[in-house]
């Protein structure tokens, strides 16, 4: 299994995304400020995957122990940032 870093919160990676997304297609900018929401939907999809499987799979413990921290904590950060 692979755990992809999710880097689009970033300033950089986010703006570069949106411009090429606009190059092909229009985004209004209500879609646009709700995105931090669907990223933070995405880390706690994360975190409740790696709990489920690894104790399935008790090789994933250890990545579940390392990853569970971090993305509870950028969620956290997501939701506090927008309220």
Not at 35 to 62: C, D, N
Request: overall charge positive.
């Amino acid at each position: 299994m692979v755990i992809h870093k999710f880097t689009l919160y970033c300033s950089q990676p986010k703006s570069a995304i949106f411009e090429g997304y606009r190059s092909v297609k229009e985004i209004s900018v209500e879609i646009e400020s709700q995105l931090p929401l669907f990223i933070a939907a995405r880390y706690l999809f994360l975190v409740l995957y790696l709990t489920g499987k690894s104790w399935e799979e008790r090789f994933l413990q250890l990545t579940a122990s390392k990853y569970i921290p971090i993305y509870i904590d950028k969620t956290k950060k997501i939701v506090l940032k927008n309220n």
